[in-house]
């Protein structure tokens, strides 16, 4: 983990920024909403009408009221359909 240390003379004080781990989109299995809609192209409301019609949960999970997409079934999906 890098640190990187930042002196601001207006206020004389230090400020530590930390670079986290930025887990990317490639790695994901699962992917919420807006990771979706960024990486597809499809807007989030028509990813929600998506999975509301997905009756056999072929490319959703639900965590809680949580909408996860299951990336690798998803990819097949828009591979398979000519209009969405």
């Known amino acids: 983990m890098a640190e990187v240390v930042m002196t ?33 192209g499809i807007g989030q409301h028509r990813l929600r ?3 509301r019609e997905d009756y056999g949960n072929k490319y959703h999970l639900m965590l809680g009221r949580t909408i996860k997409i299951k990336r690798k079934q998803f990819e097949e999906f828009i591979g398979n359909v000519e209009q969405i």
């Open 8 to 40: 601001s003379a207006f206020y004389n004080r230090s400020v530590i920024i930390i670079e986290s781990a930025v887990i990317s989109l490639d790695n994901k299995v699962l992917l919420n909403i807006k990771e979706a809609s960024d990486l597809f």
């Open 49 to 51: 009408e998506i999975v």
